[in-house]
T-cell receptor
Framework: AQTVTQSQPEMSVQEAETVTLSCTYDTSENNYYLFWYKQPPSRQMILVIRQEAYKQQNATENRFSVNFQKAAKSFSLKISDSQLGDTAMYFCAYLNSGGSNYKLTFGKGTLLTVNP | GAGVSQSPSNKVTEKGKDVELRCDPISGHTALYWYRQSLGQGLEFLIYFQGNSAPDKSGLPSDRFSAERTGGSVSTLTIQRTQQEDSAVYLC??????????????FGPGTRLTVT
């Protein structure tokens, strides 16, 4: 079974600084996607960024970028120029795209607080 | 267009009562997922639908849980004889047809269920 591990339950960063959230996963599959979701206090899960396992190039979305190390099964999220609105729970998630059920397997989450 | 909607937003019920949670997916999304988010277990997959059929019910925690989807749209998650351990946030997500596009799942705001 696939597992996703986020080893940092909580992190904090000063506004405008850079922070990196860690995620590791375990799978024997070759075809999969990885995602970072953000969940602010409103509970709405928002997709931040995704990475296809077959792509070597790291995904970027504005201030958000990932460091995808396939051999190490590592998928960290870097947030640059942190903003107060980035304060939220961040979940790393795995999806096996080679199967028939595209359910997401989530890590336990990292609570990020951006301080003014 | 409108996103995924869920109702009610919050539900308080007495132990032993039945509850129904509703999910309206994004129009045109054929895949629909239910997840449960609790403090102790994190985010767990419950069930998914492709159209009106549910090929994978493996995440349902007990036979007190059931779900249906009608018209390839609205889904209802029913919990019978609720127990205190059922207290959680129930999240619904939808995505375009399985196997196509980017496998992105779009989440609703969730229903917070409290069993007293």
């Amino acid at each position: 079974a696939q597992t996703v591990t986020q080893s940092q339950p909580e992190m904090s960063v000063q506004e405008a600084e850079t922070v990196t959230l860690s995620c590791t996963y375990d799978t024997s599959e070759n075809n999969y996607y990885l995602f970072w979701y953000k969940q602010p206090p409103s509970r709405q899960m928002i997709l931040v960024i995704r990475q296809e396992a077959y792509k070597q190039q790291n995904a970027t979305e504005n201030r958000f970028s990932v460091n995808f190390q396939k051999a190490a099964k590592s998928f960290s999220l870097k947030i640059s120029d942190s903003q107060l609105g980035d304060t939220a729970m961040y979940f790393c998630a795995y999806l096996n795209s080679g199967g028939s059920n595209y359910k997401l397997t989530f890590g336990k989450g990292t609570l990020l607080t951006v301080n003014p | 267009g409108a996103g995924v909607s869920q109702s009610p937003s919050n539900k308080v019920t007495e132990k032993g009562k039945d509850v129904e949670l509703r999910c309206d997916p994004i129009s045109g999304h054929t895949a629909l997922y239910w997840y449960r988010q609790s403090l102790g277990q994190g985010l767990e997959f419950l069930i998914y639908f492709q159209g009106n059929s549910a090929p994978d019910k493996s995440g349902l925690p007990s036979d007190r849980f059931s779900a249906e989807r009608t018209g390839g749209s609205v889904s209802t998650l029913t919990i019978q004889r609720t127990q205190q351990e059922d207290s959680a946030v129930y999240l619904c997500a939808s995505s375009l047809e399985l196997g196509l596009h980017s496998y992105e799942q779009y989440f609703g705001p969730g229903t917070r269920l409290t069993v007293t």
